[in-house]
């Protein structure tokens, strides 16, 4: 599986795309407001004058979301400057995803963009102002992996990243060709699934954590380079809660994935042998593999972990709300609801395998599927939002 190519959400503004189908993304946004303003505090209070700032968003995606992750950036840097009796800096900011992202969906958006903002001269909450005495903001696009280099050498003062890094670079496997000459996954021996599973073989889960390890390792090592002494990133993206990385929170939406897969190779939509071949450059991390791999790299502190609850919508759980039984029609609207949103994210990597033909009849199972679990279970994510600093 090409990763670079297929990596990315669905574009545009139809009906599944991911402009219209990623309220569960801006929702852990803004579960992270609260320790990205915390840590932007921090930052600004600790440096000296700044008179350019740079800022870059690594796995902005498209749609409504990579200007909502921004603006909170920038607000936030504003309402902060006066508090600190200095100027706003000049702010450089750097939207950067995978070539295959739509930036185009972004660039359409930022004219109405910047024309909201300075509209609000006057508000605090005005995250782009170009107030008398106020410093400007420069949005630009930088496409590549964030896995490797993407700026100069001490370029940066924060990195944020949302809903990002459990997506790896590669499925850990080699590869083989379909008669088409797409690129399909192998050698993982995970038979019936699309991701690992309590039945897969536990080669397959150490190359899982392994391939994590490398990625992360690497993200870390890009970024020491690019963030200037005392720079600091907040990064929040799905993890598990347990060491066992084939539990519900780590895997299930991709187990009822696969189930709906099964169901369509049964009736001879599709090819078993492609599910097979089929699995998910996804990864959900343990707190303990997130540490380890930071405290070997070396290069950053960790100031701020956090690991929340969250249902598959995204919304934030409380004890006393989350266990209260819903209604049938309630749990199958969900359900089409977390279809939909799951579709915008990975029918890209879904189509070189199944083809486009098959992917409504496969979301309308998956809906199903999706709905009838969450009538008698209350599934769950395990969010991490981690606050780190870059060490001198």
Not at 34 to 48: A, F, V
Not at 212 to 231: C, H, I, K, N, Y
Not at 336 to 361: C, H, S, W, Y
Request: net charge negative; hydrophobic share 35%; with cysteine.
């Amino acid at each position: 599986m090409e990763v670079m190519r297929i990596l990315h959400m669905n574009r545009g503004n139809g009906e599944t795309s991911y402009a219209k189908n990623s309220t569960a993304q801006s929702n852990i946004i803004s579960l992270g407001r609260r320790i990205l303003d915390e840590t932007l505090k921090k930052l600004m209070m600790s440096s000296s004058e700044i008179s350019i700032f740079g800022i870059a968003d690594l796995g902005c995606s498209t749609g409504p979301n990579s200007l909502l992750s921004i603006s909170n950036i920038v607000d936030t840097i504003q309402n902060l400057c006066p508090d600190l009796q200095r100027p706003v800096p000049e702010l450089r900011v750097s939207l950067n995803d995978l070539p295959s992202n739509d930036f185009n969906y972004i660039f359409a958006s930022l004219p109405e963009f910047y024309d909201r903002f300075k509209k609000r001269e006057d508000s605090n909450k005005a995250a782009l102002g170009f107030q008398r005495g106020e410093g400007q903001c420069f949005v630009s696009a930088v496409p590549g992996s964030f896995y490797g280099r993407l700026f100069p050498r001490r370029s940066l003062h924060f990195v944020h990243s949302s809903s990002s890094l459990h997506w790896l670079s590669q499925v850990p496997c080699g590869e083989v060709n379909n008669e088409d000459g797409a690129g399909i996954t192998a050698n993982l021996d995970n038979m019936g699934k699309i991701y690992i599973s309590k039945t897969s073989p536990e080669s397959a889960q150490k190359a899982y954590g392994l391939q994590f390890q490398t990625d992360f390792s690497a993200f870390l090592r890009s970024r020491s380079e690019e963030l200037v002494p005392g720079g600091r990133m907040v990064l929040s993206f799905l993890g598990r809660s347990s060491p066992d990385p084939t539990t519900e929170e780590a895997c299930f939406q991709w187990e009822l994935l696969a189930q709906a897969l099964m169901s369509m190779a049964n009736e001879g939509i599709i090819e078993e042998d492609n599910i097979d071949a089929f699995n998910a450059p996804y990864y959900a991390a343990s707190s303990e593999e997130l540490k380890m791999v930071i405290e070997k790299e070396g290069s950053f502190s960790i100031d701020r972990l956090e690991i929340s609850p969250v249902d598959w919508e995204g919304g934030s759980i409380s004890d006393k709300s989350y266990d209260i039984l819903r209604s049938k029609p309630e749990a199958l609207a969900s359900g089409r609801r977390v279809a939909k949103t799951i579709r915008a994210v990975v029918e890209p990597m879904l189509e070189p395998t199944f083809g486009q033909n098959v992917m409504d009849e496969l979301f309308e199972r998956y809906a199903k599927i999706v709905g009838e679990y969450l009538y008698v279970s209350s599934p769950q994510y395990a969010l991490f939002i981690v606050s780190l600093l870059r060490m001198d």
